[in-house]
């Protein structure tokens, strides 16, 4: 069993930065995949960015590709999400995942852990 805490999030202008922060607890979590999802209002959850188990391989949607930057400090049982040149299309619920067995995964559905959420609002 892992727990997921996300903290960061908040109220930031428009061009602002955030960083995200995720914890876990629980079994090893250096052998996990890291994932952060995003889900808006009214919309499905999509995913953001994730991060293989060593933190050597990274993936991003196309659209925070080049804004934000998933990392991970094994030593600290933590994941992170720095944000920049945030846009008012990037407020939303932000939940950080755990996957164990594969090193780096892409969708929802592959996911065994999640934790509830932080909210990110960006103001025009």
């Known amino acids: 069993q892992v727990q997921l805490v996300e903290s960061g999030g908040g109220l930031v202008q428009a061009g602002g930065s955030l960083r995200l922060s995720c914890a876990a607890s629980?079994?090893?979590?250096?052998?996990?995949?890291m994932g952060w999802f995003r889900q808006a209002p009214g919309k499905e959850r999509e995913f953001a960015a994730a991060?293989?188990?060593?933190?050597?391989?990274?993936y991003y949607a196309d659209s925070v590709k080049g804004r934000f930057t998933i990392s991970r400090d094994n030593a600290k049982n933590t994941v992170y999400l720095q944000m920049n040149s945030l846009k008012p299309e990037d407020t939303a619920v932000y939940y950080c995942?755990?996957?164990?067995?594969?090193?780096?995964?892409?969708?929802?559905?592959?996911?065994?852990?999640w934790g509830q959420g932080t909210q990110v609002t960006v103001s025009s």
């Open positions: 995942a755990a996957e164990l067995g594969l090193e780096l995964a892409l969708a929802s559905y592959e996911y065994d852990y």
């Open positions: 629980g079994r090893t979590f250096s052998t996990y995949a």
């Open positions: 991060i293989s188990w060593s933190g050597g391989n990274t």
